[in-house]
């Protein structure tokens, strides 16, 4: 690997779609499961400081592919955007796409594929409807999702 791993959180350049690619992901997100069975806390410290990070991460991890944007701005692809809310301890997710594209006509079922891969990586994210009664996910920890700790 060269440089340091970010997750796609939808908002920057396309990452690529490569076995490289697929393998920085995977050990990204088995690192973090290590860190949770370490501390005994799903979601772990890091992940409720880097909430967007986390959420793109197990969002990627989960095979959900990102949105993407070029040099200017111009959405160049279809997918999850995950992105801060002005409310603390709370991300959202929303499926954008280029023009035209299609993404408002899949939004519904592809942000329910998102909602069952945060439920299993330990979060919980609820549907809404807003602007243009475009769909949006609200996601936060999942309440006393704790590992019990070993005696």
Do not use: H, K, N
Not at 33 to 47: C, D, F, K, N, S
Not at 52 to 69: D, F, M, N, Q, R
Request: proline residues 9%; hydrophobic residues 40%; charged residues 25%.
């Amino acid at each position: 690997m060269t440089g340091v791993f970010e997750a796609a959180t939808g908002d920057g350049p396309l990452r690529g779609e490569s076995g490289a690619r697929a393998a920085e992901v995977r050990v990204a997100y088995d690192g973090l499961l290590q860190i949770r069975r370490v501390t005994g806390t799903a979601p772990a410290a890091w992940e409720l400081r880097q909430m967007v990070s986390a959420v793109a991460l197990a969002l990627e991890a989960a095979g959900i592919s990102p949105s993407a944007v070029d040099g200017s701005g111009a959405r160049t692809r279809t997918g999850y955007r995950v992105r801060a809310s002005d409310s603390p301890g709370l991300v959202l997710v929303d499926w954008p796409g280029p023009p035209g594209g299609g993404a408002a006509q899949e939004e519904e079922p592809r942000l329910q594929q998102c909602v069952a891969a945060l439920a299993e990586a330990g979060w919980e994210a609820l549907m809404y409807r807003g602007p243009r009664r475009r769909r949006f996910l609200e996601v936060e920890p999942r309440p006393a999702s704790g590992i019990p700790p070993d005696d």
